[in-house]
């Protein structure tokens, strides 16, 4: 076991919400370590679409998944966050009033006097299509996720499933496939309407291809994957030439650890207050999609303004004695000091 870390808060989890927690717990001195289960920071907009545009951060008209993680990264430095990656939270302890024990399963040990619970979906994993013998293409021709789109220049893809992810990147891969078939089971998608629109031009303009079935079989040798036969619901088989085969199922939101925590949980969720987002535990947090409370929006914007609000009643619990005065970083020296521009 290695020596305990002490910090003023522990961020469980790298996404865009911890990572701005990080900023708006800074601005109030207080330090932070995060950790997060995957090899690298940005939660869903890092790991599942990291080239995709996202249009509704503020102030930002158009920026990537990794553009705004990378944006985050910057804005936080002056903090100096800590992080610990590939490292799973796994135990929560109550030692005082508050203080708490957090161990992780590379064995570490931190002493902190605040949590901030970050964790997204918890640990999120792809849902498996219905195919035999998919496991041997998985990571090798057949993939859940987008982490590169160039690496689909001029290959022949299927794409597999019918709501938004399916749609997006049908329009997004598109122009650089060699030949793309969407493939859904019916004809009728859940996908926003516009992309369903925009894919239905693309078919009858002959850029792509739409079948409706089911994959049933796939062809390939060494994990490389040549056809795929798709069975359509008169129970005629197509066989489909193809490289590249990418389906969209879903995700499987697992809470994982945090369920342990002695929390409060709703349908797998944190439920918190919205005026200073804490869970039923005094000094645990729970900001991001991982939160519940009445007109919830799982958005990164909600995400941002969550922390903003956590980080006064943080404050409380690291600075007890400290009275906490209210100040803009356009006008405070004090402020400009801490981001290193004054
Ligand atoms: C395809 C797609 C498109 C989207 N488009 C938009 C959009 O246009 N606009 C928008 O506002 N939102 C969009 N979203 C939603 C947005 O990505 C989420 O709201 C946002 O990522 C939530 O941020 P978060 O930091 O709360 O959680 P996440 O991004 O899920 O990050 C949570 C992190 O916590 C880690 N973690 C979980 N449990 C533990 C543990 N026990 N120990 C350590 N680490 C842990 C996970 O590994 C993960 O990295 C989109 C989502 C998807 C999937």
Request: aromatic content about 8%.
């Amino acid at each position: 076991m290695s020596e305990t870390i002490k910090t003023d808060a522990l961020i469980v989890g790298a996404g865009p919400v911890g990572l701005f927690a990080v900023f708006e717990l800074g601005l109030l001195d207080i330090k932070a370590h995060l950790v997060d289960i995957l090899d690298k920071v940005g939660g869903q907009c890092g790991e599942l679409y990291p080239e995709k545009p996202i249009y509704d951060i503020p102030a930002a008209p158009y920026i990537t998944g990794q553009g705004l993680t990378d944006a985050l990264m910057e804005q936080i430095k002056p903090f100096h966050p800590t992080f610990h990656l590939g490292e799973m939270v796994t135990s929560v302890e109550k030692i005082g009033e508050p203080l708490f024990r957090l161990t992780t399963d590379g064995g570490k040990i931190f002493e902190t006097k605040v949590i901030v619970i970050a964790a997204g979906g918890g640990s999120f994993q792809p849902k498996r299509p219905p195919i035999q013998g998919i496991e041997p293409y998985e990571g090798k021709s057949v993939f859940y996720s987008v982490r590169q789109m160039e690496a689909f220049r001029g290959k022949r893809l299927l794409i597999v499933g019918g709501g938004d992810s399916a749609l997006d990147w049908t329009l997004n891969l598109q122009p650089l496939a060699k030949r793309l078939t969407l493939i859904h089971r019916r004809d009728e998608f859940r996908a926003a309407p516009d992309s369903v629109n925009k894919m239905r031009v693309l078919v009858s303009g002959g850029g792509m291809e739409l079948s409706i079935g089911q994959v049933t079989r796939l062809e390939g040798e060494g994990g490389q994957l040549t056809a795929a036969h798709v069975k359509d619901n008169a129970g005629a088989t197509t066989r489909i030439e193809c490289d590249t085969m990418l389906p969209f199922f879903g995700l499987t939101m697992k809470l994982g650890p945090v369920a342990n925590w002695g929390l409060d949980l709703q349908s797998e969720l944190v439920p918190v207050d919205t005026e200073k987002f804490e869970t039923s535990v005094p000094g645990i947090f729970a900001v991001g999609d991982i939160n519940t409370y009445p007109g919830k929006l799982k958005l990164i914007l909600s995400g941002f303004h969550e922390v903003a609000l956590m980080s006064q009643r943080a404050h409380r619990y690291v600075y007890p004695d400290k009275r906490l005065v209210f100040q803009y970083t356009t006008s405070s020296t004090s402020l400009q000091k801490k981001l290193g521009v004054a």
